[in-house]
């Protein structure tokens, strides 16, 4: 089990942290647990306010590709897919490998990349339809600490069964009280949320042995 950022690559965004805590209500936070068009492409202050392929999952794929050593052939599962931005780059990256998706969101599958058509799956992370042992990488970016803790430990579960040792999961964190104090003003779906040393103590009850790093808003 390894901390290692397979996302350093990703462009970091300028968050409107004023501007999101105003607009932190509890109606948003219940439309944006929806993961339906509003939290999708409707405004910022329900989730993403437009998500759009714009290539920036290219390095990351390739990042990923290196890490695990993937190859044509290889099963890839992207767990919290959305529209299947990641699936269609690790596509493009390593052709011939073999990537899925899952996500509970049917407005995403439904708007997914045309690339990534019959390859996403709809459903919930604590129970994936998928045999033991059958992903030689499982990533799940920004979607387990939207479960509530128990269902946190079920999802990470999930993901060490469908491949031990070779999974990696990125979640919210803080390390600071005043990055703990910013992550609050912004978060609208995270139901779970811990430092790293907390996320650790997850990842250890879970028995997960695969690889991990922390989403931080500085
Ligand atoms: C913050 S988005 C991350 C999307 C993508 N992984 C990325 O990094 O751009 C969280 C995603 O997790 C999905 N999601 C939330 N709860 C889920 C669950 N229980 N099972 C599967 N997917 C879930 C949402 O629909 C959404 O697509």
């Known amino acids: 089990m390894a901390e290692i950022n397979l996302l350093r690559r990703y462009p970091r965004s300028k968050r409107n942290i004023e501007k999101r805590t105003s607009a932190q209500s509890a109606e948003n936070i219940c439309i944006a647990r929806e993961y339906s068009r509003e939290y999708f492409d409707g405004s ?5 306010g437009g998500y759009r392929y714009d290539g920036r999952w290219m390095a990351i794929a390739e990042d990923m590709v290196a890490h695990w050593g993937l190859k044509p052939g290889d099963r890839v599962l992207d767990v919290g897919c959305a529209k ?26 439904m708007h997914c990349e045309p690339e990534v058509v019959g ?13 033991d042992n059958s992903f030689a990488a499982v990533v799940a970016i920004n979607v387990v ?6 269902h946190c430990i079920t999802a990470v579960r999930e993901i060490e069964r469908l491949a031990p040792g070779r999974g990696y ?5 803080y ?6 104090e910013l992550f609050l003003s912004w978060v ?5 949320h ?7 103590q997850l990842f250890w009850e879970a028995g997960y042995t695969g690889d991990y790093y922390w989403t931080i808003i500085e």
């Open 169 to 173: 999961i990125q979640v919210d964190s």
């Open 84 to 109: 299947g931005f990641l699936v269609k780059d690790l596509m493009k990256v390593c052709p011939g490998l073999e990537v899925f998706g899952v996500d509970i969101s049917e407005y995403a599958l």
């Open 194 to 200: 811990y430092d790293p040393a907390g996320w650790r």
């Open 44 to 48: 910022r202050d329900t989730g993403y």
């Open 119 to 131: 390859r996403l799956h709809l459903g919930n992370c604590v129970r994936m339809p998928f045999p």
């Open 175 to 180: 390390r600071t009280t005043e990055e703990r």
């Open 145 to 150: 600490h939207n479960l509530e803790r128990s």
């Open 188 to 192: 609208l779906t995270a139901k779970t």
